[in-house]
């Protein structure tokens, strides 16, 4: 099993729709959850991080997190052509450094005009 | 501020050939990271440091060797280079690692293929 999930996609959504991605882990440990965003062929930048059971909400990106269930989502509302990119689900454990950070493989989402 | 640096962007090397993948960064960061990723994958993490003369493995570490003399300065080093090092190698910084305060900033990459 692996220790972070990610559906590889293609995710198409169309223009102005909410895109909902998720993620799974499997170390019941974990503490710190990241949302990283990867256009093709260029560096991953972070966009949402959430710590707590709940919704954490930035502009148009709300992260979704729930321990019991080991998943946490991230949903990209009004979504634009400018949000098409790979978001990478990165997870750490409690007191553990950036080191010990996994990351899952990637959702590739496609915003269609 | 260039925030963190690596060259070359793109390097073709010959089966048993080395090279070193250069990083730097100006942030003033102490924590400094290596990571691959291969096409549909994510991020593998190589090798790490904490500190100026301090390195240790990460998941991947075979096949690599790093060095940190200074604290803005982390190559990672490819010996006897095979097709199975060919990859994208991003280099990352942080400023602490307590999560919370661990965010990671990465350069733009180096891609690097082994022929």
């Known amino acids: 099993q692996k220790e972070v999930e990610q559906n590889s996609g293609p995710l198409s959504v169309p223009e102005g729709a909410i895109a909902s991605l998720n993620c799974t882990y499997s170390?019941?440990?974990?503490?710190?959850f990241f949302w990283y965003r990867q256009y093709s062929g260029k560096s991953p930048e972070l966009i949402m991080s959430?710590?707590?059971?709940g919704d954490k909400e930035d502009g148009r990106f709300t992260a979704q997190l729930n321990k019991a269930s080991q998943y946490v989502s991230l949903l990209i509302r009004d979504s634009q052509p400018s949000d098409s990119a790979t978001y990478l689900c990165?997870?750490?454990?409690?007191?553990?450094?950036?080191?010990?950070?996994?990351f899952g493989q990637g959702t590739r989402l496609t915003i269609n005009p | 501020n260039a925030g963190v640096t690596q060259t070359p962007k793109f390097r073709i090397l010959k089966i048993g050939q080395s090279m070193t993948l250069q990083c730097t960064q100006d942030?003033?960061?102490?924590?400094m990271y290596w990571y691959r990723q291969d096409p549909g994958m994510g991020l593998k993490l190589i090798y790490y440091?904490?500190?100026?003369?301090?390195?240790d493995k990460g998941e991947v570490p075979n096949g690599y060797n790093v060095s940190r003399s200074t604290t803005e300065d982390f190559p990672l080093r490819l010996e006897l280079a095979a097709p199975s090092q060919t990859s994208v190698y991003f280099c990352?910084?942080?400023?602490?690692?307590?999560?919370?305060?661990?965010?990671?900033?990465f350069g733009a990459g180096s891609r690097l293929t082994v022929l």
């Open positions: 990352a910084s942080s400023y602490s690692n307590f999560p919370g305060a661990n965010v990671l900033t």
């Open positions: 170390d019941r440990g974990s503490q710190s």
């Open positions: 959430i710590y707590s059971n």
């Open positions: 990165a997870v750490n454990a409690l007191g553990q450094g950036a080191q010990k950070l996994v």
């Open positions: 942030m003033n960061h102490n924590y």
């Open positions: 440091s904490v500190g100026a003369g301090i390195t």
